[in-house]
């Protein structure tokens, strides 16, 4: 009777500590209402991208914080419970004077990298006139890379 018992308690008591699940769904946009396709969007060990419209579900613990992160905008972290259809996300500047962009993971010396090397100047950032740095990529020639991924091709 005892192991009857257990079997009945464990997994109440189980769900009980956890808390209710919930699925939280949505779209992700930018200040001027245009969808944001890759982002980040996590709470704990759980994750998923937003999608080329910016459509997202998600399911999380409804006292969990949901976040949600982009590179070139800020990141919004909200309660589960309390997240609306529409997060809208702030763009951020890239503030530098210069962006590395590397491919190795080891330090490399300019003459004798076996890889190719591509340096932007400010005058080449300031022509392309992006906030953006996913857009900014394009300014580097023979630069292949997958999307939703942080690995090259």
């Given at each position: 009777?005892?192991?009857?018992?257990?079997?009945?308690?464990?997994?109440?008591?189980?769900?009980?500590?956890?808390?209710?699940?919930?699925?939280?769904?949505?779209?992700?946009?930018?200040?001027?209402?245009?969808?944001?396709?890759?982002?980040?969007?996590?709470s704990g060990t759980a994750g998923v991208v937003s999608q080329a419209d910016g459509s997202y579900s998600i399911n999380v613990n409804e006292t969990s914080i949901v976040t949600f992160s982009h590179i070139?905008?800020?990141?919004?972290s909200?309660?589960?419970n309390t997240i609306t259809s529409i997060i809208q996300m702030n763009s951020t500047m890239?503030?530098?004077?210069?962006?590395?962009?590397?491919?190795?993971?080891?330090?490399?010396?300019?003459?004798n990298?076996?890889?190719?090397?591509?340096?932007?100047?400010?005058?080449?950032?300031?022509?392309?006139?992006?906030?953006?740095?996913q857009n900014l990529i394009d300014l580097i020639p023979n630069l292949n890379y997958a999307d939703g991924t942080s690995r090259p091709r």
């Amino acid at each position: 009777m005892k192991k009857y018992y257990l079997a009945f308690v464990i997994p109440l008591l189980i769900n009980i500590l956890l808390g209710d699940t919930i699925t939280v769904s949505g779209r992700v946009l930018d200040k001027t209402n245009n969808p944001i396709s890759g982002v980040n969007i996590y709470s704990g060990t759980a994750g998923v991208v937003s999608q080329a419209d910016g459509s997202y579900s998600i399911n999380v613990n409804e006292t969990s914080i949901v976040t949600f992160s982009h590179i070139g905008f800020n990141d919004v972290s909200i309660l589960a419970n309390t997240i609306t259809s529409i997060i809208q996300m702030n763009s951020t500047m890239i503030d530098g004077k210069k962006i590395i962009v590397k491919a190795e993971l080891g330090p490399q010396n300019l003459f004798n990298v076996p890889s190719s090397i591509t340096i932007l100047n400010n005058r080449e950032l300031e022509f392309k006139n992006d906030n953006h740095f996913q857009n900014l990529i394009d300014l580097i020639p023979n630069l292949n890379y997958a999307d939703g991924t942080s690995r090259p091709r």
